[in-house]
């Protein structure tokens, strides 16, 4: 052969060995299952029954069916083929460019299960059995915890009990130890969890014990081995749970610990495509939705530092917009911002009343309307709490009709008989109070103190007064 043909074709093996595979070729053999639909599903962030649609093939008149894909973005995890019946499933292993062969037979799972060309997912097939060891280990320890019948009992079982889990932790340490830069290691690194050092521990003086050095070395070394720039972690049952226990458990519910808790996860996290993603996605949405008081400081900020700077690339214009349009409706009203003025016609009367001109030690701020079923539960226990103790303590009640009947406001006001409050209503819409206040539903309360400076929103009767007496106690300690 040519010499320079030879040259010319070994070169282009090389070039061509070099270029990474993309997307996957799997074939999978089920005998007993013929001429039916099979589904390659796969998880994303959470665990079961949510599951995620990414391929389908029918299995043929020998039971064979070809699931093919040259997509380049795919990036692989815990996959599963999921049967016609939509119950029967069972999972593997799926990386990018991954050729290999599935042999199962129905009747057996998970123990009927082969595979050809994926050695991974031998040793993954090895752990779903050890697993299924070890649950049925669990069961039985179960059985004789409830048959105990005195203390040595239970003292014993439970060291079963911790035995069955070290077990388990060094079958995961063993196989990262062996098998260090494969998929299923990085899974197993994803589920350990710090061990904190047994023994005292003392603060600095070396004398005083440090009754928080468990919850701080725990928190601290929570996502040492969770490799956030593995984008395959997001198609496995782990993310969403290790993101729950962290920021809903661990971290405190204050506004500026969220938010340096949550730039540290999108910072590790980002230059990825799906981790950063889902990140972004999962800590906007549990500040949004968080029933905490002033987790909407949290949103905005993500909203302002994070969408509005481009990082949400996923996102259409149309989406992004209604990001950016809640966070506007939110952001001028967050605590410790100076309430916005609203002026208004006192109900039954041409005469405007201020909020910021009105002098008390604290205001509460109540938009309300006459015919909604919760403002009539709420109003008159709110009131009572006012006569019984608020009103001595300098608290005064703005509270603005949101609907324009005058009769009705006037009867809501004298059937709970509210005289004390200053009770306002807008006939000609000019105090443009319902984007100022993000008022959406009724009642919404605001705390305002002596400065007009919000501190308190979303409230109800059953944590006004707990909020009053907060403010007292640190107002007491700065003097």
């Known amino acids: 052969m040519n010499r320079l043909v030879l040259v010319a074709l070994l070169v282009f093996g090389m070039a061509e060995a070099g270029v990474a595979k993309e997307g996957y070729h799997i074939t999978l053999k089920m005998p007993s299952l013929k001429d039916s639909m099979v589904y390659l599903v796969h998880y994303y962030g959470k665990p079961l029954p949510t599951i995620y649609k990414r391929d389908s093939a029918r299995l043929d008149k020998k039971g064979v069916a070809v699931f093919d894909s040259e997509d380049p973005e795919f990036i692989g995890g815990i996959y599963m083929m999921l049967l016609s019946d939509r119950k029967t499933y069972f999972e593997f292993l ?28 031998d040793r993954f097939q090895d752990y779903v059995l050890f697993l299924k060891g070890y649950s049925s280990k669990q069961q039985e320890l179960q059985k004789e915890y409830a048959n105990a019948k005195n203390a040595d009992d239970t003292a014993n079982i439970r060291k079963k009990v911790a035995t069955a889990g070290k077990e388990l932790t060094a079958y995961r340490k063993t196989h990262i130890k062996k098998y260090p830069s494969t998929l299923l290691t990085s ?56 993101l729950e226990e962290y920021m809903n458990k661990m971290v405190m519910p204050w506004p500026d ?12 996290s980002r230059g990825t495509k799906e981790l950063f993603k889902y990140t972004l996605w999962w800590l906007t949405r549990n500040a949004e939705n968080s029933k905490i008081m002033g987790m909407d400081e949290v949103f905005v900020y993500l909203v302002e530092n994070y969408y509005m700077k481009g990082d949400a690339t996923w996102l259409t214009s149309e989406d992004l917009n209604k990001y950016i349009d809640r966070a506007m409706k939110i952001a001028p009203n967050v605590i410790g911002n100076l309430a916005p003025e609203i002026k208004l016609p006192i109900l039954g ?36 709490l006012f006569q019984t103790s608020l009103k001595k303590k300098g608290l005064k009640i703005y509270a603005v009709s949101t609907e324009n009947d005058e009769t009705a406001a006037k009867d809501f006001i004298k059937k709970y008989k509210l005289d004390d409050w200053t009770t306002t209503w807008d006939p000609e819409h ?19 103190d002596e400065k007009k400076i919000i501190r308190g929103k979303r409230l109800d ?11 007292e106690r640190k107002e007491k300690n700065n003097k």
């Open 257 to 268: 610990s969220v938010i340096k808790e949550s730039n540290m996860l999108l910072e590790k």
């Open 461 to 471: 009767h059953s944590n006004i007064a707990n909020l009053i007496e907060m403010m």
């Open 187 to 242: 899974i197993f690194s994803a589920l350990e969890v710090p061990q904190v050092p047994e023994g005292p521990h003392f603060l600095a003086d070396g004398k005083t014990k440090d009754s928080s050095f468990a919850y701080n070395y725990y928190k601290s070394h929570y996502w040492d081995n969770f490799n956030l720039q593995d984008d395959r972690l997001v198609h496995t049952p782990v993310f969403d749970a290790k």
């Open 349 to 384: 009367s041409k005469k405007e009343e201020s909020l910021n001109g009105s002098k008390s030690k604290y205001t509460l701020l109540v938009f309300y309307a006459p015919t909604c079923g919760h403002c009539k539960e709420e109003m008159p226990k709110i009131d009572s």
């Open 430 to 448: 000019i105090g443009d109070w319902r984007s100022k206040y993000d008022v959406y539903s009724t009642p919404t309360i605001y705390l305002l």
């Open 94 to 121: 799926l990386n990018k460019g991954d050729d290999f062969t599935i042999n199962a037979e129905i009747d057996r799972l998970p123990q009927g299960l082969s595979f050809t060309n994926s050695t991974e997912n």
